[in-house]
């Protein structure tokens, strides 16, 4: 079945250190997101890709960073800058072909990051 | 400033009732809105898109009405069963693909 793989589900932090989050589609799709999800919030984008080697930033980059080598892959790394941390983590991609604004976002099933 | 609002409390319901779910938004002149179910623990799942031009879409059991004039859409589930409870999030769409959520409505049918 093709979906989105988020891992780990569940993540530790220690004060000053950087992680990775993982993000993988084989939904052949163009476009991938990561989100973020705090409680009493809707989701607030991170960042975006819509082609392999390219990102930009969405409303929240600060303290984050990722990288798009491949069309399946789009980890985000949470930095040592980012000072509150602690969220759930959501990756989604999307079609991005044809009417771009008619695709669907298809999402992973998050990551929840906690600060030790 | 743009915002989308979503009722914050919780939605109780009896089985077989309908429920019924409001987005409203300011700010914005979305071409199209989009409505996604969200179990506690789990990503989103995608339900229905409608676009400005249409006043209703239906699904099955679901059913989405988008005012541009109120700045409105209604997310209807007739007949609703307890495996409907979860938390409904509206999302409109502002640039390529860039989607901009709700805080979602949780929604409560009981037996």
């Known amino acids: 079945d093709g979906g989105i793989t988020q891992s780990p589900k569940y993540l530790f932090r220690k004060e000053g250190q950087n992680v990775t989050l993982s993000c993988e589609q084989n939904?052949?799709?163009?476009?991938m997101y990561w989100y973020r999800q705090d409680p009493g919030q809707g989701l607030r984008l991170i960042y975006y890709s819509q082609i392999v080697n390219d990102f930009q930033k969405g409303d929240i980059a600060e303290g984050y960073s990722v990288s798009r080598e491949k069309k399946e892959s789009f980890p985000l790394t949470v930095t040592s800058a980012q000072k509150n941390p602690t969220a759930f983590y959501l990756c989604a991609s999307s079609a991005g072909d044809r009417d771009p604004y008619n695709q669907p976002q298809h999402f992973g099933d998050g990551t929840r990051l906690s600060i030790l | 400033s743009q915002k989308i609002e979503q009722n914050s409390e919780a939605l109780n319901i009896q089985e077989g009732k309908t429920a019924t779910l409001t987005c409203n938004y300011t700010n914005y002149s979305p071409a199209y809105l989009q409505w996604y179910r969200q179990d506690p623990g789990r990503g989103p799942v995608f339900l229905l898109l409608?676009?400005?031009?249409?006043k209703e879409k239906r699904k099955e059991r679901l059913k989405v009405t988008f005012d541009t004039t109120l700045k409105q859409s209604l997310f209807h589930i007739t007949a609703s069963q307890p495996a409907d409870s979860a938390t409904y999030l509206c999302?409109?769409?502002?640039?390529?693909?860039?989607?901009?959520f709700g805080t979602g409505t949780r929604l409560l049918v009981s037996p």
């Open positions: 409608i676009r400005e031009n249409e």
């Open positions: 939904l052949n799709h163009d476009a």
């Open positions: 999302a409109l769409i502002t640039g390529f693909q860039k989607l901009v």
